[in-house]
T-cell receptor, first 115, second 113 residues
Framework: DTAVSQTPKYLVTQMGNDKSIKCEQN?????MYWYKQDSKKFLKIMFS???????INETVPNRFSPKSPDKAHLNLHINSLELGDSAVYFC??????????????FGSGTQLSVL | GDSVTQMEGPVTLSEEAFLTINCTYT??????LFWYVQYPGEGLQLLLK?????DKGSNKGFEATYRKETTSFHLEKGSVQVSDSAVYFC????????????FGKGTRLHILP
């Protein structure tokens, strides 16, 4: 069983469209994250939720809206997609919200291409 | 703010060569330090970590020592294999400061047979 699974794996869409990426973890973890990895492999945190509560919200356009229906799921909805949104988006989870000493478990990524 | 700087890639080595990937950090407190590895087409996986000065993290033949005096956490392996080809990320996290793990920009390693 995959510990952190995200769908879809690939997403190709036109500028201006709205799309969602889903993430689920079966590890019983309290905390989930969304990271964005650009073409140069730079990895930057976007959001973090702990038990469905938003705890990290980095400087991300309002077009990006995370939703956590329960602590096992963290979805990412993106409105009005732009060319610059093209990247690989990684979902991750950790046992607790304490970053230090914690191991992050990553999904395999969603490659988003905006045309 | 806290940050992580690691050597630019790509790094290309022959099989069985000695590997060093440099990583230095800036932090106001006493961070935990990590190395993550990303194999092609996959998410990141924790490779090793160290939580206090002079600790050595090790896994799969890789080692890194937490050097507070030089604010460094260089990754080393004595004899690399083709299967080690991946992108390596140095990262830090500070307990009780915030809940973020900050990653470096990644170093791509390519091992030639």
């Amino acid at each position: 069983d995959t510990a952190v699974s995200q769908t879809p794996k690939y997403l190709v869409t036109q500028m201006g469209n709205d799309k969602s990426i889903k993430c689920e973890q079966n590890l019983g973890h309290d905390t989930m994250y969304w990271y964005k990895q650009d073409s140069k492999k730079f990895l930057k945190i976007m959001f973090s939720y702990n038990n469905k509560e938003l705890i990290i919200n980095e400087t991300v356009p309002n077009r990006f809206s995370p939703k956590s229906p329960d602590k096992a799921h963290l979805n990412l909805h993106i409105n009005s997609l732009e060319l610059g949104d093209s990247a690989v988006y990684f979902c991750a989870s950790s046992q607790t919200r304490q970053g230090a000493n914690e191991k992050l478990f990553f999904g395999s990524g969603t490659q988003l291409s905006v045309l | 703010g806290d940050s992580v700087t690691q050597m630019e890639g790509p790094v290309t080595l022959s099989e069985e060569a000695f590997l060093t990937i440099n990583c230095t950090y800036t932090a106001t407190g006493y961070p935990s330090l990590f190395w993550y590895v990303q194999y092609p087409g996959e998410g990141l996986q924790l490779l090793l970590k160290a939580t206090k000065a002079d600790d050595k993290g090790s896994n799969k033949g890789f080692e890194a020592t937490y050097r507070k005096e030089t604010t460094s956490f260089h990754l080393e392996k004595g004899s690399v294999q083709v299967s080690d080809s991946a992108v390596y990320f140095c990262a830090l996290s500070e307990m009780n400061r915030d809940d973020k793990i900050i990653f470096g920009k990644g170093t791509r390693l390519h091992i030639l047979p």
